[in-house]
Structures are given as C-alpha cells and as structure tokens.
C-alpha cells in the first residue's frame, strides 16, 4: 500500500482533510497546517456538508461503509499495529503511567474487537427516521416525533485508540460527521487508524469528510474546535478528569458530558459472600484501567469480620493495594490508611478504597456523596435493600448482584460506545447510537390554520 491522502470533496483549495498515513514506510506524514482556527473551520465545513449526504443516504448504504470499516481494520492490522507500537514506545520512554500505557495499547485481539463493534454497529436497526410518537389533534393535524442526526460531533478523546473505530462507526450509523480529536499519546495510531476507516467509508461512496481528524496535536487545536458554534453541533470529551473539566470549562459548542468512573460496589449483610467475592474481584481486577471498574468497596459491618480479611488476601495475591477505614485496617493490619482524598478519587490502577459502614442508609449516603454518578453496584439477596439502593442511589447505572464492568456499549448490546454520559440530559449511560440523535416533529394538516 502506499501513502494515502484523502481529500475532501468540494472543498476551496489548497485546503486538504488530510487523513494521511504511509503504509510503505509505516509513519505518519508531517503536513504543513494553515493558521489553526482557518483548518478547523474549513474542516468543519466539510463535515457539515458530508452531515447533509449522510442524512439522506439509504441503511443499506451506510451499513455497506460500515462492514468495509471492520474489513479494512483488519486488512491494514499490521500498519495500525505498528503504528501503534511507535506510540507506546513514546509513551514509555515519556515516562506515562502504566495504566495510560494499557489503555494506549493494541494488539491483534483488540484489533479483532474493534472490527466486530463495528460489525455490530452495522446489524443494530437504523435510528434515523424512526418514528418515536405521533397523534392526531382535533383540528385535523397529525404530529410526528422523528429521530434525525445531531448533525456534526466532534469527539475529543484520549489514549484508546480504539475510540477512533467506535466514535465513527456510531457516528456514520445514525448519519452524523465526526470530528475526531484524540491524545498526543495516540497520534500515530489514530492517523492510522483514520486512514483505514476513510478509505472504506470512500468505497462505499460517501465524503470522505464523514469521518475527520484533527491533523495537529497542538492544544490550540482542542480549544478552537470547542468554540466552532454553528458548524460543530455538539461535542464528547472522553478521558479524565482533567479533559472532561477542561471541554465543560473551555466549550461555547453544547457538550455531553462522560464522566469520571468512581465506582461502588456494596456487600449487604443479605450477600451471598462467596457472589460478593466474585463480582467485586471482577470489577476491580479484570481490567483496572478503565472508568467502570470499581475503585470503592464498602462492606457491611455485619459481615466484614467474615468477608473482608479472607477477600482482601485474595486482592493483595493479584497485587491490590488495599487504603483502608480504621475498621478496615483492624481487619486488614496491611492495608494503607485511607484519607479523605481517597474516597473521590478514580485511581485506573491496582488501588481499591475499602469501608466498613453499619447500614444501608450510611452505604447509600457515602455513593451519593463521594460518587461520580457513573456505575455502581449492590450485592445482597435482599429484595427491598436492592430496590432501595436502585431506587436511591443517584447514577447513570445501577447493579444488582453484578459487576459494574458491564458499563459499556459492547456489553449492553450497542456494539460500540462514544462514551458514558454522566449528565442527565439527552442522554445518560453508554452512548450508542439512539443517544447520538436529536429529534424533530413532521406535522401534517390539510390547510388548517390558527385562529
């Protein structure tokens, strides 16, 4: 293969969408970038314009651009792959922490995974022009609520590169442009990446402008892409704390907000403890750098005597540092002490906060307080604890004898994610596909006007 530029169409000279990456010598290309806010603008135009095409165009149609992704993820792996591999040796040799590294990382598998949420994405109805409600009033007008793209979203993102396949696959599904914007840590990989999905999205006959990225990791370039009012409809930060703060603090475009993932998990003095032992060590160890595992644990003090010294033996056995209560500590001499800080924070590491409280009420009352309204979860063979805590437990979800890991748009059947939505907005949760669409009303009358 050799090195691919893609220009977007009807678009003013000397302007270029550069989605550029050379797949003979596995690097990305450096262009020279016109004055930041001029590219972004034009950029965006050409994104609007694509919206339009992609509007109108046919489920088969986009469902066609779609399976051509998946296929040429796979087909161009071992150039992504490579692409990748520069990245993490700049990450390390930058000194990120290793969970950031993890998140960064490709192989072959997440290659695969990446493919297949876009396979899934392709087989999910179509969202766009279902009819969610229609009545007809006494006058004669019949009033239709349709679902229609957002329009143009720009997603600002970092470390996983796999977000780059997700967010356009979504997008492109419910018939939306994306601008994507994603960390320096992964900029050879997404130029790779891009590449591949524009191609595809090309074969299938639509803009190349459909999917874009931000050809600069200058931060100038996040911070015009936030204020680009009335060409950019609504924009997804997805990363930390800091960036999430930053886009809420920075943006003059609308913004859906994706949370940072302080996640509970409670063991009732109802729980079946060996359940309990299970569903926590998943939702703490499968994969600890990511926003739904949990990073709180708190147990009731009827069984923490019983529960506590044999599952934290288990925690410290796969390298969990336990910062304990003082209740805690009595019954885990190792663990750390923990500070008030702790209870806030969203560690994405081998870190577990522990608890020991003396109900419900205090349970419920300590994940409202300290909680950041992502995912949380209890585990109890009581009916009336597990409605209340589903009940009064304010967050985007809520679990019932299961880990909170399943927060994500694979897991719930959406087939990708563009994140999760803490906000209580348009949408809350994973974000697929129906919650990257607005809606509108259609009304039909027969000459009808108002008196």
Partial sequence: MGRETVHAADTPAPFVVTYIYDFSSQRGVSIRMEEVREQLVRQAQAARQAAMTLANVSTAVKNGALLAMAEGLLADGAYILQANAEDIQQARERGLPEAMVERLTLNEKRLAAMAEGIRQVAALPDPVGEVVEGWKRPNGLEILKVRVPLGVVAIIYESRPNVTADAAALCLKSGNAVILRGGSEAFRSNQAITASLVRAVESAGLPAACVQMVQTTDREAATQLMRLNGLVDCIVPR?????????????????????????????????????????????KVQRPSVCNAMETLLVHSAVAGEFLPAFAERLRAAGVEIRGCERTRQLVPWAVPATEDDWYTEYLALILAVKVVDSLDEAIAHINHYGSRHSEAIITRSLDAARRFTREVDAACVYVNASTRFTDGFEFGFGAEVGISTQKLHARGPMGLRELTTTKYVVYGNGQVRT
Wanted: hydrophobic share 40%; aromatic share 4%.
């Fill in 239 to 283: 990363g930390g704390a800091g960036l999430i703060q930053t886009v809420m603090q920075t943006a003059t475009v609308p913004v859906i907000e994706t949370g940072v993932g302080n996640c509970h998990t409670y063991v009732h003095e109802d729980a079946d403890l060996q359940m309990a032992s299970e569903v926590a060590f998943n939702a």
